[in-house]
């Protein structure tokens, strides 16, 4: 997989008025990690969008800072919008340590076909949509696949348990946590509701009484 790479720059703008660097095209970064000076950086908006598009919040990316020869290893950890517009707002990067375990919240992805779904009153019903895990940042996957082969009946659900990971790779969530099951559709059927004897009687005397004044009507018309 190609190495994703990010030019910044040194931000001196601070406060209220980075919105002028936002309607240049420029986006407010900040740089802090364990152990490192947090620091202030500034990113064209477009060449950061498309490089978060591909990283997501598990890739690394060789981080560029001005003139700097040695580009730091980092990854993206909160994203900031404007909640009506949508634009980018702010971005915060983490410098990692190659050789120091990370945490961090992986994408969970179903896979392959369930043989209990061939029954039509099956469904597939999922319970999380991420998990939690420990390891070296270079071993952090971007998905963790599940894979639905294994789901035969609504006996056996996929469990975090169940998952085979990569030497390295720590899961921190519950075991017993459930990622994929079958379950029954609810199938809702009509209930007729029996009218009481007294009820149906008025009712069969109303249209027989409509009835015999509707006969009356075309005898007249006669």
Excluded: W
């Excluded at 978060?52 to 800072?65: C, F, N, P, V, Y």
């Excluded at 700097?68 to 909160?78: D, H, N, T």
């Amino acid at each position: 997989m190609a190495k994703l790479e990010l030019k910044v720059t040194k931000r001196d703008v601070l406060g209220k008025k980075v919105r002028f660097l936002r309607r240049e095209g420029v986006t407010p970064v900040h740089l802090f990690g364990h152990g490192i000076e947090s620091e202030t950086l500034q990113c064209n908006t477009v060449e950061l969008q498309k490089t978060m598009s591909q990283a997501g919040k598990t890739r690394l990316i060789e981080l560029k800072i001005g003139k700097a020869k040695e580009p730091r290893s980092v990854m993206v950890r909160e994203i900031q919008k404007d909640p009506l517009k949508g634009g980018l707002l702010h971005v915060d990067l983490y410098q990692v340590r190659m050789t120091e375990k990370m945490k961090v919240e992986v994408p969970v992805l179903l896979v392959g076909e369930a043989p209990a779904l061939k029954l039509k009153e099956k469904m597939l019903e999922r319970d999380v949509s991420s998990l939690n895990i420990e390891c070296l940042p270079a071993e952090v996957p971007d998905r963790i696949e599940v894979d639905l082969s294994a789901l035969i009946d609504s006996e056996h659900p996929i469990r975090v348990k169940d998952l085979k990971l990569p030497a390295g790779i720590t899961i921190l969530d519950d075991p017993e946590v459930t990622l994929a099951r079958i379950v029954t559709r609810r199938i809702e059927e009509e209930v007729v509701v029996a009218k009481p004897a007294a009820e149906v009687t008025a009712e069969a005397a109303a249209e027989a009484g409509e009835g015999e004044a509707k006969k009356e009507k075309e005898e007249e018309k006669k």
